[in-house]
């Protein structure tokens, strides 16, 4: 059975491991090597289970332990052709590791992966539709300012889906944050907020995902709970109860614990 381990998610670091405990692939490496090496031990994932990691912008909070981690075990990354040369420009690329540009629909073992845009401001953003070798599906779609057709489409029939809740809004606006900051998390390439995400929701459920992940919450702007009840609300205003199963990804994760799919 195909697992997801939220390694740890938010403004500190993000990571997500899907897979089996011998074989799969991370999204994301936002923390030290050390840092991640000790959170999939407390899963139980030996890092030497990992045929690949995939980056989705190179933003530090996603690629911090990223040449450390992958150079050591020798790990091919994968990821956008500008976010490729953006690594390279900070010195991430250092050939310790193989760096391939992501084109169409990616194999890594058994483990099919298709990658598809997301409006970030960085150089050149992706999410990722991932098939496992059970023939189990799994989106992966945060750091989204807004939801295009492709990220609705890529994440429609989806057995899991990991969705970006970052923010409150009020909280965000009354918040500590300058302006322009503030301004920019708002924005079309910012970051999605609990109401965006809690709209899409329904849409998804009434396309056959039941199981959502709530990813990438902001820890000044937003709680776990405050993420988990505009969630709950935008399926209640829908007419949806029950039959569903919400999680939120941890800022860091403590137990262990992994989600089956």
Do not use: W
Not at 55 to 61: L, S
Not at 250 to 261: K, Q, Y
């Amino acid at each position: 059975m195909a697992e997801l381990c939220a390694l740890y998610s938010g403004s500190t670091g993000n990571s997500y491991y899907i897979g089996s405990k011998t074989e799969g692939i991370l999204v994301d490496i936002g923390r030290s090597a050390r840092q991640t090496t000790n959170i999939l031990k407390r899963c139980g994932i030996d890092p030497l289970a990992i045929s690949g990691i995939l980056i989705t912008h190179e933003h530090t909070d996603h690629v911090n332990g990223l040449r450390v981690f992958a150079g050591k075990y020798r790990i091919p990354v994968f990821a956008s052709e500008g976010t490729l040369t953006a690594l390279e420009s900070m010195g991430v690329l250092d050939g310790s590791f193989p760096a391939y540009t992501i084109e169409g629909t990616l194999q890594l073992d058994e483990m099919q992966i298709s990658a598809f845009r997301t409006p970030h401001d960085c150089a050149e953003s992706l999410g990722y539709r991932i098939r496992t070798a059970d023939d189990r599906v799994v989106t992966v779609a945060t750091d989204l300012g807004y939801i295009t057709p492709e990220i609705e489409e890529s994440l429609l029939g989806a057995d899991l889906a990991v969705i970006e809740s970052n923010h409150d809004i009020g909280m965000l606006r009354t918040g500590p944050y300058p302006y322009s900051l503030k301004r920019r998390i708002l924005s079309d390439c910012g970051h999605l907020s609990n109401t965006a995400c809690a709209e899409l929701l329904p849409i998804l459920f009434k396309n056959g995902t039941k199981h959502f992940v709530l990813a990438h919450l902001s820890r000044e702007n937003n709680t776990p709970d405050i993420a988990r009840q505009t969630a709950v609300c935008g399926m209640q205003m829908s007419g949806i109860e029950e039959g569903y199963i919400l999680d939120v990804a941890p800022i860091e994760n403590l137990d262990g614990r992994t989600i089956s799919f």
